[in-house]
């Protein structure tokens, strides 16, 4: 369906802002098609995620049920079905999971796109007003981009771990991380952080930025590694990915221990899952 001679916004443009088009109809029949029963709760759950990642309790708190079995079997079969993802964190110091310490992630991008920009906009679809807006300038454009592009990494990790030259065998656990906050330390999170055998933390923030990533980026960077609770003995090398760029500033710095332009992994052999 894509036409390799257009630019991809005139693409994503004719797939799914044009009437009638392939992804302006899949959403209303792929759960008809996976799933058997009440075809309307997974559509639910899947627009309550949309909004963001959520624990249980939130989860349910958005869809307003009860926390109960029944839905924990509704997102199961939703993540067999690589519609959502379960991100763990876990403790820094035994390299363990924390049961309790989990959310819910939508993990497939056209769902969330969906859900974000198609569905909402049906009417004027229908009346092919978008025939001529350029998609970039619409509200929320780049955050949304930015969600997608959060869960392009996650979904590649392992081309993040071959930039970093980490061998498979030498990580004890990767993840978005999530330290809750208590009495003791404050909270925080990490769009994406690597435990390895070696006593390295990799904390990783993935930015995507219509503009040049700017020195800001240091300071936030700083604060999230201050709060992390860890070993003494364990060092942090904080990573930044990007797609449109940083400011020299940042790069004169040398505080990031690597900046990675994904835009250029793009264009390289390895392969890629949308």
């Given at each position: 369906e894509i036409v390799p001679s257009l630019p991809a916004e005139d693409n994503i443009k004719n797939l799914c802002f044009t009437a009638d088009a392939i992804l302006v109809k899949d959403f209303q029949q792929i759960f008809n098609d996976m799933f058997l029963h009440d075809t309307e709760l997974y559509r639910n759950i899947v627009r309550a995620l949309a909004?963001?990642?959520?624990?249980?309790?939130?989860?349910?708190?958005?869809?307003?049920?009860?926390?109960?079995?029944?839905?924990s079997g509704y997102l199961r079969e939703l993540t067999l079905a690589g519609f959502i993802t379960i991100d763990h964190s876990w403790?820094?110091?035994?390299?363990?999971?924390?049961?309790?310490?989990?959310?819910?992630?939508?993990?497939?991008?056209?769902?969330?796109?969906?859900?974000?920009?198609?569905?909402?906009n049906i009417s004027q679809i229908q009346r092919h007003l978008y025939k001529h807006k350029r998609l970039s300038?619409?509200?929320?454009?780049?955050?949304?981009m930015g969600l997608q592009f959060e869960n392009l990494i996650l979904n590649n990790r392992q081309i993040i771990w071959q930039y970093l030259k980490?061998?498979?065998?030498?990580?004890?656990?990767?993840?978005?991380?999530?330290?809750?906050?208590?009495?003791?330390?404050?909270?925080?999170?990490?769009?994406?952080?690597?435990?390895?055998?070696?006593?390295?933390?990799?904390?990783?923030?993935?930015?995507?930025?219509?503009?040049?990533?700017?020195?800001?980026?240091?300071?936030?960077?700083?604060?999230?590694?201050?709060?992390?609770?860890?070993?003494?003995?364990?060092?942090?090398?904080?990573?930044?990915?990007?797609?449109?760029?940083?400011?020299?500033?940042?790069?004169?710095?040398?505080y990031f221990s690597s900046i990675i332009d994904f835009g250029e992994l793009l264009t390289d052999d390895s392969m890629m899952k949308s």
């Open positions: 909004q963001g990642a959520k624990d249980h309790k939130s989860l349910c708190e958005a869809l307003g049920v009860r926390q109960t079995g029944r839905l403790d820094i110091k035994t390299g363990l999971d924390k049961p309790k310490v989990l959310k819910y992630r939508l993990s497939d991008n056209y769902l969330r796109f969906y859900l974000k920009y198609i569905e909402k300038t619409l509200p929320e454009w780049q955050s949304m980490i061998g498979p065998e030498a990580i004890v656990v990767d993840n978005p991380y999530i330290q809750r906050a208590s009495v003791a330390y404050k909270g925080c999170q990490v769009d994406y952080m690597i435990q390895t055998i070696h006593d390295t933390l990799y904390a990783i923030e993935i930015k995507f930025s219509k503009n040049e990533i700017n020195s800001k980026i240091i300071e936030e960077m700083k604060q999230k590694i201050e709060r992390l609770v860890r070993p003494k003995s364990m060092s942090v090398r904080p990573v930044l990915v990007h797609v449109n760029g940083v400011a020299q500033t940042v790069i004169d710095s040398g």
